[in-house]
């Protein structure tokens, strides 16, 4: 089957209102949502009342008010996100950095178009086609190109629904893996409670006293390795944390410190980001936190003591400027208050979390296969082999 030209399936395709209509002075609480590029995830639009318009502006730019059965796009940043609206959005104004889709209903099923759009292919052809040094933008003169292929209504509402059931199967797993998170912090509060009151009477200290802060140094890249071997250590770079991926290693003559199985990380630079790294040999150009085993503090307390709302806001109200960039102020963080329950108390605490990350690795595993499953089906899909 010959694709067609996306303009060849639409009843109308135009950007969002130009920043000449839309100024940041007519945005209010509780309006008309915008939907910009931001406010959409997982192929669903995910409002933010503070981005908002009052109905008096919503009806001077009527002409980009988004209705059932439209699509909007992404134009800008990154290109491709995309949504069908639904009868349940309720009233949405197409935001600048998006792109209004009116399908029509005679040739193309919006949520076929929307699954097609997010393959990766059609993102690539999409981004090959916009332009801009800094952020790309796309018109919609260039998304018009977009190839389409075309089999019968009824067959594209057939691979929408199959499309659409794999998607909510990764919706499912992704919310339990939030949920699993969402208890180790809940247990941590129920066993030891807010730090910042010690409502138990734990010994308090500051957090210097309980955790050792070894900062790290940034190796030259012609240091850099890409295969594991015996005379080298793994290099944890901040675009490594929360992932499970270690790519680069360095030799063993450039660590700077003793090894240890288990140490918390933080990234030095940018938003302040904490992580477990297990059975991990070296690292440089993050803080290392390692707690003082006097104390018996384990590596799972101080990480969920760090995950605390009231830590991470003094974090970031603390940060300093090295370079033209935000940084953890480590000097602040060591004085920062904390406390010190019982060895007992602390190794329930690290039984309960194993049972948790163990819940977690099993949802995470599930959660790829999920992935792997949902980019196989949409492959085949849009090849006419499903």
Known sequence: MKPVPLGNALLELRTGPFGSLLHKADYVTGGIPLVNPMHISGGRVCVDQEYSVSARKAAQLSSYMLKPGHIVMGRRGEIGRCAVISESDGDLLCGTGSMILVPNPTIIDSYYLAHLIQTPRARKFLESEASGATMLNLNPSAAAKLPVPLPSLQEQKRIASILDQADELRRKRRRAIDHLNQLGQAIFHEMFGDPATNPKGFEALPLGDAVEFIGGSQPAKSHFLYEDGPDRVRF??????????????????????????????????????????????????????????????????????????????????????????????????????????PAALLREFSDRIADVNSQARAHREASMAAERLFASLQHRAFRGEL
């Open 236 to 341: 944890v770079q901040i675009r490594d944390f929360r992932t499970d991926k270690y790519p680069t290693w360095v030799p063993k003559a450039l660590a700077k410190r003793p090894f240890t199985e288990e140490d918390v990380m933080v990234g030095r630079y940018g938003p302040p980001v904490f992580q477990i790294f297990r059975g991990l040999s070296g690292t440089y150009n993050v803080a290392l936190m390692k707690a003082k085993p006097k104390l018996h503090l384990t590596s799972d307390f101080v990480f969920y003591l760090l995950q605390e709302p009231k830590l991470h806001s003094f974090v970031v109200a603390n940060s300093e400027r090295t370079a033209g960039q935000s940084g953890v102020n480590l000097d602040l963080l060591e004085k920062y208050p904390a406390y010190a329950p």
